[in-house]
């Protein structure tokens, strides 16, 4: 039996992983690359009324912060009036968060609060609140965001409305981080956008899996329908995720991605904080369907594959191959991957309006390496933080 060429096998496996990756761009993320953004709103625009959903536990000051942005959303009925409600779920607070809602109010017959005065045994972090949230709702499609989120523009709640067409039951939304100095600031808004090139192209391919707590639209009947957060309280993090994981299909999902229906909200300002927040958001892909684990799964193994399986054959490359073939095929293959990212993540920054990120993506997508290998098997991990995401 002759000797297996390990070089050889290396060699095949990169050619491999490497096809793995084309494939993703090119039959998934070149969908939101060049996603065709309509801009159809218009103020008359109010075929579904709306309940905006904030969850609030001591957030006061960020409520202070941004409520106005909530409170004037273009989004009115033929009479001019407001046709959405703001519902602000106090949940638990021990500052001024109900003493506030309630003064502005009267002000504002569309803003109602919602004040809870118990935790919820056995159910983890702010699904009970949302959930009572969804219940009072007054109407039946319901658009979700976080005390912290400002919303891009006064058009936001008309741009995500527009996602409930016939049979579309969900709406997922791009929720974005601020841009500040420094690297973290870069580090966590690649990070986000990243993870929007994955839900949203997967949604758009047909295969939806996650969204966005911080950007999200359902109807009522359907959080009813899969009995809400019951398969699931008992974990912290998942109110968007696991169950848009739970309840989307081919079928009843639509995204948009107008600029003026994106959501802001401030990234965190350590790497510590920041890595808790992973550690804890990462904790519920093991609760994902399987098919979405493989999905994401390939992904990620491919993307680490690339790179050390490139290494490993410059390092020791096939001796039995004519070099100018080894060459001229793995080289080739180099180019032809970063060519088809090179276009696909430029435009799909365009699209989500992160284009200063543009300069890094290849010092990002090779750092993503060390990243799947730190991170993945921290998914794995029972034991997660129950502070809210």
């Not at 096939?318 to 435009?347: D, E, Y």
Request: aromatic residues 16%; glycine residues 4%; contains cysteine.
């Amino acid at each position: 039996m002759p000797p297996v060429d390990l070089p050889l096998l290396i060699w095949i496996a990169f050619l491999i992983v490497a096809c793995v990756q084309i494939f993703y761009y090119l039959f998934f993320f070149r969908r939101l690359a060049f996603y065709k953004i309509e801009d159809q709103i218009t103020a008359q625009h109010t075929e579904y009324p709306l309940s905006i959903i904030i969850c609030a536990r001591d957030a006061e000051h960020l409520l202070r912060k941004n409520m106005h942005y909530w409170l004037q959303q273009r989004y009115v009925k033929p009479d001019g009036k407001p046709n959405y409600e703001l519902l602000i779920v106090d949940h638990c607070s021990e500052d001024d968060t109900a003493r506030y809602v309630h003064q502005l109010s009267s002000a504002y017959p569309h803003l109602r609060l919602l004040r809870l005065y118990q935790q919820a045994k056995g159910i983890a972090g702010k699904k009970f609140p949302l959930s009572m949230g969804i219940k009072s709702a007054a109407y039946a499609h319901v658009l979700l965001t976080d005390a912290d989120c400002r919303p891009a523009s006064v058009w936001w709640a008309s741009h995500m409305s527009q996602g409930f067409q016939p049979e579309k039951e969900i709406v997922l939304g791009y929720g974005a981080y601020e841009k500040q100095p420094g690297w973290l600031n870069k580090v966590i808004r690649y990070d986000a956008f990243f993870s929007a090139l994955q839900y949203l192209s997967f949604a758009l391919a047909g295969y939806p899996y996650m969204g966005v707590g911080r950007n999200l639209a359902y109807q009522k009947a359907l959080f009813f329908r899969h009995k809400g957060f019951t398969s699931h309280q008992h974990i912290p993090s998942g109110d968007d995720d696991l169950f848009i994981n739970q309840a989307a299909n081919r079928h009843n999902v639509s995204v948009i991605l107008h600029p003026d229906a994106f959501t802001y909200s401030p990234a965190r300002k350590s790497w510590k904080s920041w890595w808790s927040q992973k550690k804890r958001h990462l904790s519920t892909g093991k609760y994902y369907h399987r098919s979405d684990q493989l999905r994401l799964g390939m992904y990620a193994a491919s993307h680490v594959g690339f790179y050390l399986l490139l290494l490993l054959v410059l390092i020791f490359p096939p001796r039995h191959l004519p070099h100018l073939l080894f060459w001229s095929i793995t080289l080739g293959m180099v180019f032809c991957r970063w060519i088809v990212q090179h276009i696909i993540l430029r435009k799909s920054m365009q699209v989500l309006k992160e284009d200063d990120l543009k300069p890094y993506y290849l010092l990002f997508d090779i750092a993503y390496c060390l990243y799947f290998l730190i991170f993945m098997p921290l998914a794995f991990k029972r034991k997660v933080n129950s502070e809210w995401s």
